[in-house]
């Protein structure tokens, strides 16, 4: 199995993903027929229902989870939280994690199986 930290797949799928995404939503904007207000709504309607945009929102939502969990465990250490909100708190990061890991492996995997391909 390949170790690599959710950081680092995060670092690298930013990295990867900007150039294009920006030179696709540039190529859309010129050769759209809409107004200037509509290729703006239609870039941000395409924006929130691609593959990408699903990412970095399910990214987002990972890291707040794991933020989260941080908070509540210092709150519980200065007394301020229950045991219960810390094992919820924590199983919620560790479900988190888990869920990044599965991803991240099949994703790697799939680079993988698309490199193995001869052209």
């Given at each position: 199995m390949i170790e690599m930290s959710v950081g680092r797949v995060a670092a690298a799928y930013a990295a990867n993903r900007s150039p294009?995404?920006?030179?696709?939503?540039?190529?859309?904007?010129?050769?759209?027929?809409?107004?200037?207000?509509g290729r703006t709504d239609a870039v941000a309607a395409g924006a929130e229902s691609d593959f990408g945009g699903f990412l970095d929102k399910s990214i987002s939502q990972a890291v707040d989870t794991l933020k989260e969990s941080e908070r509540v465990?210092?709150?519980?250490?200065?007394?301020?939280?229950s045991a219960q909100d810390v094992v919820r708190s924590v199983l919620a990061a560790e479900m988190t994690v888990q869920?990044?890991?599965?991803i991240r492996d099949k994703m790697?995997?799939?680079?993988q199986e698309i490199m193995r391909i001869a052209v």
């Amino acid at each position: 199995m390949i170790e690599m930290s959710v950081g680092r797949v995060a670092a690298a799928y930013a990295a990867n993903r900007s150039p294009i995404a920006s030179g696709v939503a540039e190529a859309q904007a010129a050769t759209s027929p809409l107004s200037a207000a509509g290729r703006t709504d239609a870039v941000a309607a395409g924006a929130e229902s691609d593959f990408g945009g699903f990412l970095d929102k399910s990214i987002s939502q990972a890291v707040d989870t794991l933020k989260e969990s941080e908070r509540v465990s210092l709150a519980a250490v200065s007394g301020k939280a229950s045991a219960q909100d810390v094992v919820r708190s924590v199983l919620a990061a560790e479900m988190t994690v888990q869920s990044v890991v599965a991803i991240r492996d099949k994703m790697v995997q799939a680079y993988q199986e698309i490199m193995r391909i001869a052209v």
